[in-house]
């Protein structure tokens, strides 16, 4: 499978072979049609798994300063080629200079953090939809959640901003076992908890959280981002503060309902989690086998986003948002955009 957006082409057909024709890029498969795409408009091209390039290809990207970022099969990332021209010292400098401005940054943050609460509403606001015979009190938290959003801008700092996010997320959880349908009893919700996680949801959340941050910070590296200078979270040695930034907005979107999925569709058993001491509950090495296949499973499905012409995998939204927060501190967009869904 192949996917353009914004002159940046995605591809994700394992077992392809790219090659150059002409100034034209050639994407061959055995069991698929020969495509065509035109390199003269294309600013990137981004290879997940086993995808092979030529050398005349590779030599004209970087002659011709287009940017070829390959990842491993799970999205990680594994290396960037560049031209002699790459712009990616001034776009980290432009990083680097935003974070040193209070208000660009609080202003980042608000969206990433207003994006996040518009998620939790329409998680919640899905599942009223879904199952109205329990939607009163999902009611009331949609109404919280909607006066936590239109605080978001008002904030002044950026402790008041996650003094916000703080009451949304716990107004959101608390009513977040009222989501899960089947399996009630093995996996209760009583509230986020972590380090360690205290039972099976937290545990479901904690690992796929943990895992889809590494999404995030694969796609800042493959725009030219530093992921460990974030805006929201806290600067520590280490820490990839903006892979956790970015991911703020796609926890509900992405991993809350992806979690909901594997328990109230049967798809993980609660024979599939270890106890240890103190009141720690971990997936065992079989519970992680399922929840990594289905999340794999997840990613290939597809998602209508802005800046796309057409459905593309959940697995390219963190490229397209890593993008729209390039854009913004290059001064290319007014603002940062976060992803909500509908």
């Not at 300063?65 to 491993?72: G, K, L, P, T, Y």
């Not at 207003?114 to 879904?130: E, Y």
């Amino acid at each position: 499978m192949t996917y353009e957006v914004n002159n940046t082409i995605y591809i994700i057909l394992q077992n392809a072979h790219l090659r150059l024709s002409n100034e034209n890029l050639m994407i061959e498969h055995p069991e698929a049609p020969l495509r065509m795409v035109p390199l003269h408009h294309l600013q990137g091209i981004v290879v997940m798994g086993n995808v092979q390039l030529s050398s005349p290809l590779i030599a004209y990207c970087a002659r011709n300063n287009i940017a070829v970022v390959w990842m491993d099969q799970y999205g990680r990332f594994q290396g960037r080629l560049e031209g002699c021209r790459s712009g990616n010292v001034l776009l980290r400098r432009a990083q680097h200079l935003a974070l040193s401005d209070p208000d660009q940054t609080l202003s980042l943050a608000r969206q990433f953090i207003a994006g996040k609460i518009s998620n939790q509403i329409q998680v919640l606001s899905r599942h009223m939809r879904d199952y109205p015979q329990n939607s009163a009190p999902l009611e009331e938290a949609v109404t919280l959640l909607e006066r936590y959003l239109e605080q978001v801008p008002e904030t002044r700092t950026l402790d008041d901003l996650r003094g916000v996010e703080g009451g949304a997320s716990r107004v959101y959880f608390g009513h977040f076992d009222l989501l899960i349908r089947m399996q009630r009893e093995a996996f209760r919700f009583q509230g986020r908890n972590r380090r360690p996680p205290q039972d099976r949801t937290n545990a479901l959340l904690s690992f796929l959280y943990t895992v889809y941050s590494q999404e995030y910070a694969s796609a800042l590296e493959a725009v030219g981002l530093d992921y460990q200078v974030g805006y929201l979270h806290a600067l520590r040695p280490g820490r990839p503060a903006l892979a956790l930034d970015l991911m703020e907005e796609m926890r509900p979107a992405f991993i809350d309902r992806l979690v909901l999925r594997l328990i109230n569709q049967n798809l993980i058993r609660p024979d599939q989690f270890d106890f240890s001491r103190p009141n720690a509950v971990y997936l065992n090495h079989e519970g992680r086998r399922v929840v990594l296949q289905i999340y794999q499973e997840r990613k290939r499905e597809t998602v209508h986003h802005p800046d796309a012409a057409e459905p593309i995998p959940w697995a390219i939204i963190p490229y397209l948002q890593a993008r729209r927060l390039a854009r913004v501190l290059r001064g290319e967009a007014p603002y940062y955009e976060p992803f909500v869904i509908r």
